[in-house]
């Protein structure tokens, strides 16, 4: 079993920055591609970032230049450093990672998500 679970998500003013973490714990040997997703009040979920275990990534147009996605192999952990923030970034964000299970299939597991609220 894996549990994923997001942390640093809070009420910022506009400009300000947000620095999200996210925790992967459990029956884990590896972790391939990891990611951000968002979602707003009646919005369908988007991507915000990937990253790979070779650490390339990818971004949203509506994030690059202001968010920087990052992991700690050994630890496990994902982050996604939020600067410049404004108020279409509000949002639940959640974090996503591919888990394998054998050298042919991996698992995603998703975490339960954290508030990212941009105030003007």
């Known amino acids: 079993q894996v549990h994923l679970e997001e942390s640093g998500g809070g009420l910022v003013q506009v400009g300000g920055s947000l620095r999200l973490s996210c925790t992967a714990s459990?029956?884990?040997?590896?972790?391939?591609?990891m990611a951000w997703y968002r979602q707003a009040p009646e919005n369908e979920r988007d991507l915000v970032a990937t990253i790979a275990c070779d650490g390339s990534t990818n971004y949203a147009d509506s994030v690059k230049g202001r968010f920087t996605i990052s992991r700690d192999n050994a630890k496990n952990m994902l982050y996604l450093q939020m600067n410049s923030l404004a108020p279409e970034d509000t949002a639940t964000y959640y974090c996503?990672?591919?888990?394998?299970?054998?050298?042919?299939?991996?698992?995603?597991?998703w975490g339960q998500g954290t508030q990212v609220t941009v105030s003007s």
């Open positions: 996503t990672a591919d888990v394998p299970v054998n050298q042919n299939y991996a698992l995603n597991y």
């Open positions: 459990g029956d884990i040997f590896k972790v391939n591609d």
